[in-house]
């Protein structure tokens, strides 16, 4: 539809390449420092640079897993750059305010957390923790993941469950 997707994400795998194409679309790798003072630091800065090469390229950020470190990328996006910023909560262990506002660094995450254009929840329960700690309700969207049905459903039969489970997709 005349959008232009890619994806930035850590570097987890060493050998990766930095700079991938997975399925058409182009993948940025953030090498991040295995141990050290400097770690997480050095991860923010990576990303930071790649959005700073590619700024011309993106008018939103959509990211997933609200922490202090992605959160501080995704300042540098909104207030540098000034990118749309939307948050998907993928997790309602991590990414729900209830959850931002227990953690070790809550004023500048939940800050930062706030500053979204909008915030993609998951189930009725994250937009309704997102409701509570008044987060404004146009700006927050129900959008369930999607399931393909045909390929994930329960199993007919005992002998199907079985094969299913040695499939190399099971994980």
């Not at 570097?11 to 700079?19: D, E, G, I, N």
């Not at 309602?92 to 953690?103: C, E, F, K, Y």
């Not at 008044?134 to 094969?163: M, Q, W, Y």
Request: net charge positive.
């Amino acid at each position: 539809h005349g959008v232009e997707v890619f994806f930035v994400g850590a570097q987890v795998t060493p050998t990766a390449p930095r700079v991938d194409t997975l399925n058409g679309f182009r993948v940025f790798r953030v090498p991040h420092a295995q141990t050290g003072k400097w770690t997480k630091l050095h991860g923010v800065l990576g990303y930071w640079r790649v959005f700073w090469q590619h700024r011309r390229e993106f008018d939103i950020l959509h990211m997933h897993s609200a922490n202090y470190l992605t959160l501080a990328a995704a300042g540098f996006a909104k207030f540098v750059l000034g990118k749309k910023l939307i948050i998907k909560l993928t997790s309602i262990a991590a990414d729900m305010p209830s959850a931002i506002l227990r953690r070790s660094y809550p004023r500048c995450t939940w800050w930062m957390f706030r500053q979204a254009d909008a915030w993609v929840c998951m189930s009725p329960a994250q937009r309704d923790d997102c409701r509570q700690h008044g987060l404004p309700v146009e700006r927050l969207h129900l959008i369930p993941n999607g399931v393909d049905t045909k390929r994930f459903r329960p199993a007919a039969r005992s002998e199907e469950h079985t094969s299913e489970l040695q499939s190399p997709y099971v994980i």
